[in-house]
Nanobody, 122 residues
Framework: QVQLVESGGGLVQAGGSLRLSCAAS????????MAWYRQDPGNQRELVAAITSAGNTNYADSVKGRFTISRDNAKNTVYLQINSLKPEDTAVYYC????????????????WGQGTQVTVSS
């Protein structure tokens, strides 16, 4: 069994910062790309940022310069540093990882966390 557990969400004023964490646990051989998505009511889930196992990153245009994704491969953990928060950043933030279980020849499977709420007040 594999679990991804997010933490670090909360209520913050506009202009503030948060650091989200997501730890993967269970029968994990390796993790390829890890990413953060977000979803607010009435909208589709959107990609916020992604990071490969080599550390290459990709960001949505709306968050470039404010959000920073990083990971600790030894801890199977991905982070999202969120600065200069805006009310439109309010959403449930989900982490995901492409996880190989048991050995390198296993095909990666995408797992999702349960989400953490980020609310930004104006």
């Amino acid at each position: 069994q594999v679990q991804l557990v997010e933490s670090g969400g909360g209520l913050v004023q506009a202009g503030g910062s948060l650091r989200l964490s997501c730890a993967a646990s269970g029968s994990i051989f390796s993790i390829d790309t890890m990413a953060w998505y977000r979803q607010d009511p009435g909208n589709q889930r959107e990609l916020v940022a992604a990071i490969t196992s080599a550390g290459n990153t990709n960001y949505a245009d709306s968050v470039k310069g404010r959000f920073t994704i990083s990971r600790d491969n030894a801890k199977n953990t991905v982070y999202l540093q969120i600065n200069s928060l805006k009310p439109e950043d309010t959403a449930v933030y989900y982490c995901t990882g492409e996880i190989k279980r048991y050995a390198s020849w296993y095909a990666p499977i995408q797992y999702w966390g349960q989400g953490t709420q980020v609310t930004v007040s104006s």
